[in-house]
């Protein structure tokens, strides 16, 4: 069976890749641009490019540094680096010198070193800077046309990178492997024009035929994690926005799914989905509404992506437990509805009201004394969502509080935390408690906040004049930069105080965590702690 997939996905590459690819440097190697073509198949199958326009992507060739494609998503603010292998014998996968080289190539990447790159990576050089400048998820990616398993040794190597690059509390850098099977499917859905046929069965359901025909009910968590399964990240493609890389939203539903199944559908929102048709299936087609099959036309599921995306991960940690629980669903059928009925569902579903977590706040009694204590130093402090500060060189607001508090601790955790997830700050279930008290002084630390603000400004004006490295680190770093601002020279805070701290920050890098991906080395408090006694020395 393998031989005959392999038959097709050559054809398929024949047909529809070849033609977009540069093979000016393959001559009559046909290996190596089957290699070059499967790049362009995952990329294609993640992004939703056309061929002719996920070519620019592929970086196969000489000084590739072992990165065969390289694809930011900005959507997802995820950067995509592939290295791939075409097996004739369709048995094969990657051997682990390849895989070095792919590790240490992503370090140079990581570290901006352009020059040691080939020509196709100059050409999406800026696009990737933009992209590493906003903290992406660094995804590895191995693609060959095989379903046999890495190798032990390979495994390791990937799974020693991981460990040198993520956190306890966050992964930054994932990787995965992209076989045949999953090659077969995108080869597929690039045929089919990327349809989400799903099969659904509804319990407890209802429907609407007026204006146009919907249906709503529940639907078992496990048949939710099938539909992700089998069609991945496609199921949103009609989405605003795709599923949040942060795995502590993720965290948080996959431990009710799978602690709590029975209570899922009250604590959860539901999903809702667009189709473009709703056919019931000729199987209990009584009158009764305890539950009904259908065959849904291309579903789309347009709000409830994280829901859906944090049961797919749930399911594969305890597929027993995600049996037992269900999430409400309303699917709208598109077939005789408006043209523009899609758009207008994805954007209402998108932009209804919604209750942050800093919302609960305004019950907090820290928070009103807070408020009589900046008032009675002449500042407007606001910690009710929609208040808006009148005179911003008179007036701050509780995530700016939080910011200051965390930046100006003498405790690296509340520092790294502010770079990690800002949001948990004002958390009353996150960082909120460890930083907010009744005996918090307005007047010291509305200081705090007038200096971070200065802190702030002049690192921002020290990247922006900066390239390669340095810049990475004054990017990747600014929110330690500003700690060890507040603690050392609050007083004296300008350019050239900040040029020397980093220049000392970047030899104490290179002395202690010289391979470290930056974006995941300065959200670790213990290394963000040992570089700062570096700095104290």
Known sequence: MSLINNNRIKTHISSAIREHLDVSDCGNDETKVLSRALASIYISSISGLSYKDSAKYVTDGGEDQGIDGCYYDANKNRLHLVQTKWSSAATKTIDTGSIHKFIAG???????????????FKKISAEIEAGLSKDPQIVLVVVYNSDSPLSGHAQKILDKFLLDNNSDEQDVVTYSVFGLSKLVRAVQAAKSGARTDVELGLLEWGETKEPFYAITGKVC???????????????????????LSSSEINQRIAETLIERPAEFWYLNNGITAIADSLVRKPVGLGEQRESSLWNVGNLKIVNGAQTTSAIASAYKANSVQLRKAYVQIKVISLAKAPLDIAGQITT?????????????????????????????????????????????????????????????????????MAKRNVGLLTDPNGHYPKLFSAALDASKNWEHVKQLRVAQKVVSDMASKLSGRDKQIAVHANRFLENRLLAKHADAIDLVVAEALLQRLAAAIDIHFKDSYLAVLFKNAKKCEVLSQELDL
């Not at 370090?107 to 196709?120: I, P, S, T, V």
């Not at 968590?221 to 599923?243: P, Q």
């Not at 910011?403 to 100006?408: D, F, G, N, Y």
């Open 221 to 243: 968590c496990a048949d939710v994690a099938e539909w992700h399964k089998s069609h991945g990240e496609l199921l949103f493609s009609e989405n605003i926005r795709y599923t």
């Open 106 to 120: 992503t370090y140079l990447l990581l570290d901006l070193k352009w020059n040691e790159f080939n020509d196709r």
């Open 348 to 416: 209402a579903t998108n932009t209804q009201n919604r209750v942050e977590p800093r919302d609960f706040l305004a019950l907090d009694t820290i928070q009103d004394g807070l408020a009589e204590a900046f008032k009675k130093i002449g500042v407007q402090y606001c910690y009710r969502r929609g208040e808006i500060i009148k005179d911003p060189l008179m007036g701050l607001d509780v995530q700016e509080l939080a910011l200051a508090l965390a930046i100006s601790s003498t405790n690296m955790t509340d520092v790294v």
